[in-house]
């Protein structure tokens, strides 16, 4: 299955591993996968301070998950909603979004569904120009 495979992310500490499905397990072994979203979820990103975990629900949402660690225990939050996208592929595609150092942004790789497709076919005689 290419999003198990192509969605892990290592925390920022290096100490944990994010992958599809949205679960999270020590890198070192020992331990079990902890759920991080209520349902299933896709594309996990570390926070680059490592307090959060950011993901797709099913629906497109984009979802933040608060992160504890107490005694070297994983403790999530609850999944609290950020925003509706409309990625094209949330469980096909690499990532489809990144999140600025300070979390206060976000690039987000989405199509409206109402947007029309529009093809330039004559950009090679444009670039002569």
Same mark, same amino acid.
């Given at each position: ?49 490592? !307090?959060?975990?950011?993901?797709? %629900? /099913? ?6 998950? @608060?992160?504890?660690? &107490? ?8 999944p609290r909603p950020l925003f509706q996208t409309h990625v ?20 987000? !790789?989405?199509?409206?569904?109402? %947007? /029309? ?6 950009? @090679?005689?444009?670039? &002569?120009?």
């Amino acid at each position: 299955m290419i999003g198990a495979r192509a969605e892990g992310q290592f925390s920022p500490d290096g100490k944990w591993l994010a992958s599809a499905g949205v679960v999270v397990q020590p890198v070192a072994g020992g331990g079990g996968r902890i759920q991080m979203s209520r349902g299933p979820g896709s594309q996990p990103r570390w926070s680059r301070d490592g !307090k959060k975990i950011f993901l797709f %629900a /099913p629906d497109r949402e984009l979802m933040e998950v @608060p992160i504890g660690i &107490r005694g070297g225990e994983l403790l999530p939050g609850a999944p609290r909603p950020l925003f509706q996208t409309h990625v094209t592929a949330p469980r096909l595609a690499l990532f489809e979004y990144d999140v600025t150092r300070d979390a206060s942004r976000f690039l987000v !790789k989405s199509l409206k569904p109402e %947007a /029309p497709l529009t093809l330039n076919t004559g950009w @090679p005689a444009a670039l &002569r120009r």
